[in-house]
């Protein structure tokens, strides 16, 4: 369930993924769900599409509500769901080319979500997000009869994780601190090989380091975002990401990541529009993908 490790926002992914401490709005229960206690407004709305490698397609969905202005927390529902297309299937055989063809198979993959976030003071919250996850490989051959005869099995696998997180707001201008603890499930089975979900724990700071100067924060500011990685199916990772945003409408970041051994570098950008009661932003974030290509991500919000 790898899929899980691929990141639905392009806000947070042109920022390579460092947005432990980042106020992601309805997006917060993907990353830390700790943040989801301090969004703006009382509802806000996400969709997003991730054109990932390999023609694989990811969708994802968030919805967020807080109750008498926060009183009673925050809560949400959340969706990701993949499609990674027609795929060949083929078994052995005993001619020229080694093997036949047994039309395709098409495996799909999804999560669902409830989040809930509470502000225990001004400065600290706590979040977590229940997920259900599942998976399904598609329908192969194991074996024939010789015949041209083919049984096929059916490998699927479900099951439920959490993702927790907790934030700080630590008083000194707007520097935050915080962590969060992604995918922790039991181990699944296809057959009788058991699997690991991506176990990621995440620690994170950032600041908008203008708030240093003597800058009007109305018209700039520069969010600078800083996360440290520990997956459990590879190295450590040192994420930066950084957030110009001008007269806050007008958005441009850019971030890296190492190691890794294709995706570092990220860009992207962003517009947030007031509409009456409502607020509208859209973002974009580019990736480019090493020997994979590039990977283009797109994400609406919608906050009132």
Known sequence: MKFLSVSPSARASALSGAATTVNMGAYSAFYNPATMAFIEGSYTATVGAVEWIADINHNSAAFVYKPADGKFGVIGVNAMSVDYGDILSTALADNEDGYVELGTINPTAFAVGLSYANAITEQFSVGANFRYSYQNLGEVAVSTDGNGNYATQSFSAGTGLLDFGVLYKTGFESLNFGMALRNFSPEISYDDEKSELPLTFKIGISMDVLDLTDVDPDNHSLLVSIDANRPRD???????????????????RAGYGFPKDEEQFSFGAGIKQPIGPLTLGIDYA????????EVNRFSAQIGF
């Open 234 to 252: 590879y190295d450590e990772q040192l994420l930066f990401g950084m957030e110009y945003t001008f007269i806050d409408r007008f958005v441009l």
């Open 286 to 293: 580019y990736t480019q993908f090493g020997v994979f290509g």
